[in-house]
């Protein structure tokens, strides 16, 4: 059977990116600083001292990007909206401005036949907010309400799905626990409260959408993590299980209404979720979907020297530019794991793709990344047999559309189906952006 019939009629098509990531403009039309613009600054932060400024320029290019999806033929697109972009300072006066961008790429992509995805934060946060205390500071989650109101009043006529947060594990260990993200902070007591606001921020999100009577559907997007025993001893089934408290169920069980898993909490001395009355209820407001961005499995091992008792151990697989293991089964076992423990909610794939060594042809007409090609397959593959097995998965959204700014490691990385070359920004199509527009068309 082909890749392509295994997939219901409906089933949404994308692919993503994220807005500090691509935009650039970083100093146009009233945009105020993020926690990344100063994080990109601070010496030995970020590989090569690379920044955000310019990246692929889609602020100004998005009219170039829209005719290169159409032609792709996925039928969404998932971007975030910076929040310093429409609230320089993170609260108070919005940016007319800010907005008008946003209002121009939706309408764009509408016109192409494209659905809007929006992701409200996607890790860039307003310095002013952060110099007021960041994710560990309560407010910060009362002021991503506001901001997300007034996403929903100026967008939400045109947008029938958006997501709430992108990976709050990241920003919050990534940020504020390892230091390896901005704002580049290592405090345990702080990424636990990070954790916590983070989760609240995203229940005030739904409960104000909920409550403005918004149409259309709103989730979160999660990197959850299920690793797998090295062997079948009890033991290492028990690691297993435990690998997944902090990176899963930290973030997962609050909004399924089950709490933070306690274990986790009691195996750290200096972890707390400052909870307050009422706030577990408001994390637990219903949502219509849950995003899941897969990347990888880990394998892991009982451990009794380590805090949770579980290590990571090697694996056999090969790895992409990233060092990540090649699992696509994991995938599989991952996704039918999420079925099981949310009742079935409605799943898509919010990000799934790989960062390959991508180099232009002679000419610089192609790029020929096989690798890139076989691991979607192999992922599509997995994604197919899932919805086989009974999983309630309604999409797949490839990450990513273009090269961009991989973070700490700046431009050295490349993950999309097009190439962006960085000196003069054009385009050019992956041998991995026509595979997909096969399958997409239901020729693969």
Sequence with gaps: M??????PERFMWGTATASYQVEGAVAEDGRGTSIWDTFCRTPGAVAHGHTGDVACDQYHRYPDDIALMKELGVNAYRFSIAWPRVFPRGTGERNPKGFDYYNRLIDSLLEAGIEPVPTLYHWDLPQSLEDAGGWPNRETAGAFSDYAKACFDELGDRVSMWITLNEPFCTAILGYLQGHHAPGIRDMRKATAAIHHLNLAHGLAVQTFRQGGYGGQIGTTLNTQTPRPATRRPEDIEAADRAADLPTRMFLDPLLGKGYPQRFIEAHELAETPLADGDLEIIAGEIDFLGVNYYHEWAVAYDESQPERYRFVPQYQETTEMGWPITPKGLHRHLQWLHEHTGGMPLYITENGCAMPDELSEDGTRVHDRGRVDFLKSYLSAS???????????GYFLWSFIDNFEWAYGYTKRFGIVYCDYV??????????????DVIAGME
């Excluded at 082909?2 to 997939?7: H, I, P, Q, V, Y």
């Excluded at 047999?385 to 009974?390: F, Q």
């Excluded at 003069?424 to 527009?437: A, I, M, N, Q």
């Design 384 to 394: 197919a047999d899932a919805i086989r097995d009974g999983v309630n998965l309604r």
């Design 424 to 437: 003069d920004g054009r385009r050019v199509p992956k041998d991995s952006f026509y595979f997909y527009r």
């Design 2 to 7: 082909e890749l392509s019939t295994r997939f």
